[in-house]
């Protein structure tokens, strides 16, 4: 069974940061990409960053492209969303997930964590 546990949320003043991290579990957990996305109240869910296996690929949403950096470390099986020059508009629940395929992507996710919440204060 994949399970995936992230922490690291909080609240935070515009313009600071926060580490997100993502814990996976399961069998060959880490030979996937992975990814970050995020949804705020009354909106859908939005791609926010995704990484390759090898961690050689990114893909960014252009909100988010030049303040967020995602990275894996595959010995620990983490994932991480450093988030930097935070905005009121990132506020949203963050959510890891794992694709289905090594390649990095913005969609083809079949399994997700229970998500961490961010708050940006103005």
């Known amino acids: 069974q994949v399970q995936l546990v992230e922490s690291g949320g909080g609240l935070v003043q515009a313009g600071g940061s926060l580490r997100l991290s993502c814990a996976t579990s399961?069998?060959?957990?880490?030979?996937?990409?992975m990814g970050w996305f995020r949804q705020a109240p009354g909106k859908e869910r939005e791609f926010v960053a995704g990484?390759?296996?090898?961690?050689?690929?990114?893909y960014y949403a252009d909100s988010v492209k030049g303040r967020f950096t995602i990275s894996r470390d595959n010995a620990k099986n983490t994932v991480y969303l450093q988030m930097n020059n935070l905005k009121p508009e990132d506020t949203a629940i963050y959510y890891c997930a794992r694709r289905g395929t090594v390649v990095a992507g913005t969609s083809g996710y079949s399994y997700w964590g229970q998500g961490t919440q961010v708050t940006v204060s103005s």
């Open positions: 399961g069998r060959t957990s880490s030979v996937y990409a």
């Open positions: 990484i390759s296996y090898s961690g050689g690929t990114t």
